[in-house]
């Protein structure tokens, strides 16, 4: 089963806020390569909730992939900030997901500390300059990361 790491901003959506929703749409990559991750997940993938964007960057817990992919729908949203008025309803370049909470960790596993872990250096969340929202996690990384809560 593949693995995959997401990144949420907490004031968007937080893994407490999902734990309390059971499941929600993930939507809003702008990123071609980020939504080509997300378009290559299963239903039943799991990967690692990171809130980004916040005073503690940092893997909050689990989540698992609820649905296939769908158009995005916030793209023809034009009160959305993720609109997008190059995108219609018979092209939508967008794509999104339905997820479900799995696991919270007691506390976040901050960037610094997976930074500092050796058996995670290939990650590309630790990469320097690597801000895609939507990334693999290898067999390894994902139990070093499990390991570590």
């Known amino acids: 089963m ?4 997401m990144k949420s901003e907490p004031d ?21 390569q980020a939504r080509n ?9 799991l990967f690692f909730f990171y809130h980004s964007s916040c005073p503690e960057p940092g893997i909050a817990g689990i989540a698992r992939i609820a649905s296939p992919v769908y158009p995005d ?3 023809l949203d034009p009160q959305s900030h993720y609109f997008d008025p190059k995108a219609s309803s018979e092209k939508n370049p ?13 506390q976040v596993l901050s960037l610094t500390r997976l930074k500092a872990t050796a058996a995670l250096s290939g990650l590309a969340l630790v990469q320097r300059g690597s801000r895609l929202s939507v990334m ?6 994902w139990q070093a990361i499990l390991a570590m809560r």
């Open 37 to 45: 991750f997300l378009r290559s997940m299963n239903e039943g993938d």
């Open 94 to 106: 967008w794509s999104a997901l339905d997820v479900e909470f799995v696991e919270a960790f007691p």
């Open 2 to 5: 593949p693995y995959w790491l």
């Open 73 to 75: 729908p916030t793209a």
């Open 12 to 32: 968007e959506l937080s893994i407490k806020h999902l734990r309390h929703l059971g499941r929600a749409r993930w939507d809003g990559v702008r990123n071609y």
């Open 136 to 141: 693999p996690v290898s067999e390894e990384e």
